[in-house]
């Protein structure tokens, strides 16, 4: 049996996140979770999951869905990250079917200051579920780590129980991810803020299960946004392990893993990292940085190849100035951009290897 006797292709919602994540656990594989600033880095993604017949996850940070809806547009009042978002959402809805795969979709880290963001989408949720029986989105993340942990866990709650009656899945975290992305700075972060205390991930499955059982915890264990030098990021992912015991052992569960973990700040994670923290019953893990710089050397590349021929619109100027052939098919984004999914394509693939996540379907 595989994952389409269980889940439908395109995106899955409600109970299919859940059963999708159960699976995960049960075959000991988890997914990637690609942020996406654009239909081409959406497709790019699609792509690489469809044809190694694996299910994905897209989801749009604050920053990407702003971009998404167009740099020209004022965000006042998180305006035009909802509207990025919400665009977004519906191209994959569009589009992921077709492709044949089960398709996660959300949104990525939501700090307390970009609340109205998450309520902006929430609302189109809402409007969707009216209409539609089911969500926009897939899931959300509400990242409230830099709040005590008392008013993390409360607000966290508030909107889980807005979240509940749709079967919208919720992802929080406790403790803190490292580093920097999205203008979210936790570079200067206490170390000891990094590695999350199994008291805490307990205490969050207290307050959220009694409402409903959609819900994932991004427990810290050292992760760090972005790619650093060898060293400067100390992961230990033996404590997601410690979590999962600590709550099976606290409320009796004939599950070894009852907790959904996220894996925050995987680029540049070692395989060994990897593959230990996905025994621990991580589901989900998300990749940014290194897919950016992907996409980047795609297009890096190409015109570094065909720079004589992209510094004016006629003529090679390697054949001199006499060359007037049309460089039209070297400059159309159409072949450019291509060049950057392709080798985007490929880290996506890489991440899914990485992560077990192969012939699932």
């Known amino acids: 049996m595989g994952l389409l006797d269980i889940v439908p292709t395109g995106v899955v919602t409600g109970d299919n996140v859940k059963k999708l994540f159960d699976y995960a656990q049960e075959h000991k594989f988890a997914i ?9 880095t959406v497709n790019a993604a699609l792509e690489a ?18 971009f998404y ?11 035009a990250s909802i509207l990025g978002s919400i665009a977004g959402a519906y191209h994959v809805r569009a589009v992921a079917k077709h492709y044949g795969i089960p398709v996660v979709l959300h949104s990525d880290h939501c700090a307390r200051e970009l609340l109205p963001w998450l309520d902006g989408m929430l609302a189109a949720d809402e409007a969707y579920f009216k209409e539609h029986g089911e969500p926009l989105f897939s899931s959300h993340m509400i990242d409230l780590s830099a709040d005590p942990k008392d008013e993390n866990i409360a607000t966290t709650k508030k909107y889980f129980e807005r979240c509940a009656p749709m079967k919208l899945w919720l992802e929080m975290e406790i403790g803190i991810t490292g580093g920097e992305e999205d203008g979210v700075d936790n570079e200067a972060a206490d170390k000891e803020a990094l590695y999350t205390p199994s008291e805490d991930v307990y205490e969050v499955y207290e307050a959220l299960s009694p409402v ?3 819900f994932s915890i991004a427990a810290a264990f050292g992760n760090v946004h972005g790619v650093y030098k060898p060293g400067n990021v100390v992961l230990r992912p033996e404590l997601l392990e410690q979590h999962q015991k600590f709550v099976k052992d606290k409320i009796n569960s004939e599950k070894k893993h009852p907790l959904y973990l996220v ?11 990897i593959t230990t923290a996905v025994g621990y019953g991580v589901v989900k893990m998300n990749v940014d940085t290194d897919t950016q710089y992907a996409y980047l050397t795609g297009v890096r590349d190409f015109v570094l190849e065909h720079k004589d ?6 003529g090679d100027l390697s054949k001199g100035p006499e060359d007037s052939s049309p460089n039209k098919k070297f400059y159309d984004p159409r072949n450019w951009i291509r060049h950057g999914e392709k080798t985007m394509y490929k880290r996506v693939q890489e991440a899914n290897s990485n992560l077990g996540n192969v ?3």
């Open 309 to 314: 021929r992209l510094m004016q619109q006629v």
């Open 49 to 66: 999951a469809r044809d190694q017949k694996t299910p994905i996850i897209i989801q749009f940070s604050n920053g990407g869905a702003a």
């Open 212 to 214: 409903a059982p959609y």
């Open 359 to 361: 012939n699932q379907l």
């Open 263 to 273: 894996f925050h700040g995987g680029s540049g994670s070692s395989l060994n990292e």
């Open 32 to 40: 990637p979770a690609i942020n996406c600033t654009s239909s081409s």
């Open 69 to 79: 809806a167009g740099k020209g547009m004022d965000n006042k009042n998180q305006q």
